[in-house]
């Protein structure tokens, strides 16, 4: 009589509890359940790890349980949802604008690996993989982060040039706040806009969202472009410290500030009046739609429509954005 072979069982663990759903109808925590499988040694399932305020990618160490000779292929992938958040903690997110990822592969005769997503300071939902022989493994964690002191951001700020106000600009984008601190996640505006610049065009890489130095750096670099623009356009004219942060700060968010009268020889602010309730929408009050009214009154008129954003704008209603308004709310005038 022929034996049949006794078959190997292979046990996976199909982890499904590993995120539970929040029942707190306000907290920001994601409802996330994973399938995880293989024996791990660490991390556990939907573990947090957490970028700190350096900023500094966190170890996070991957080790399978196998008696499986290697080679071992390792696979790792990060995704994260941008979704749309205010800065206020309180606030549930919004739509998701778009999704970021990365991943890499690799063969290694080690059965763990401490994560290193290609130099990146990024975070996310990080999955990773592993094939041993016909066994393969799966475990899924999380990877948050950190917000800086704003002492550090402005000291940072101060390490580059030409930089003078942007400190004021990021005050005024998002407190200082990379992160939402009731998810960990990064700060994203609903006209795509992230992190502690609110960088929009050009629009932030996935590293230049969670890296808060790196977000620094992109905004910076466009302060500075707008501020040399500021100072082409005053040419030989004289102006004042006060002057340029003004034109230059007017110039990153939309529009110009001063404009230059023959007569008097001076730089004169526009003929803008702000909307006391907004902070960035005004009246050009050389339209005579607008002229001889009150901020209360041309408020009133067009509040109606500012829902309706660009498409609100017209003949009866003459509103329009601008960076000046901006800009005297940064300064408080």
Not at 17 to 27: D, E, F, G
Not at 163 to 168: E, W
Request: glycine share 6%.
């Amino acid at each position: 009589m022929t034996t049949q072979p006794t078959k190997r069982k292979v046990r996976v663990r199909h982890v499904k509890h590993a995120s539970a759903t929040n029942i707190n109808q306000k907290s920001l925590v994601k409802a996330v359940i994973q399938n995880d499988t293989g024996e791990w040694v660490r991390p556990a399932t939907g573990d947090k790890f957490y970028i700190d305020e350096s900023p500094k990618f966190p170890s996070v160490v991957f080790e399978i349980k196998t008696d499986v000779p290697p080679p071992y292929q390792w696979k790792w992938t990060i995704v994260w949802d941008a979704q749309v958040s205010s800065l206020r903690e309180s606030a549930k997110r919004g739509k998701k604008l778009r999704t970021f990822s990365q991943s890499g592969s690799f063969t290694s005769n080690e059965k763990s690996w401490e994560a290193n997503l290609n130099d990146m300071i990024v975070g996310g939902k990080l999955s990773v993989q592993v094939a041993a022989g016909a066994t393969e493994f799966r475990r899924t964690v999380f990877v948050l982060g950190k917000n800086p002191a704003k002492e550090n951001v402005v000291s940072f700020i101060a390490t580059m040039p030409n930089t003078l106000g942007f400190d004021k600009v990021v005050e005024q984008e998002s407190h200082f706040k990379n992160f939402i601190n009731a998810d960990n996640e990064p700060v994203v505006a609903g006209d795509r806009g992230y992190g502690l610049t609110q960088m929009t065009n050009p629009a932030p890489s996935y590293e230049q969202i969670w890296n808060w130095k790196e977000n620094i750096k992109v905004g910076v670099k466009l302060f500075q472009e707008k501020q040399s623009e500021a100072k082409d356009a005053f040419g030989h004219h004289p102006y004042t410290d006060d002057q340029l942060m003004r034109e230059t700060f007017t110039r990153w968010n939309g529009g110009t500030y001063y404009q230059w009268n023959s007569e008097t020889k001076q730089l004169e602010r526009k003929n803008v009046l702000c909307d006391p309730t907004q902070g960035n929408i005004g009246w050009n009050m050389d339209n005579p739609s607008n002229a001889g009214r009150t901020a209360d009154q041309l408020h009133e008129r067009d509040k109606g429509q500012y829902s309706q954003m660009k498409a609100g704008q017209s003949k009866e209603h003459p509103w329009t954005y601008t960076g000046m308004c901006y800009v005297d709310h940064i300064f408080g005038n």
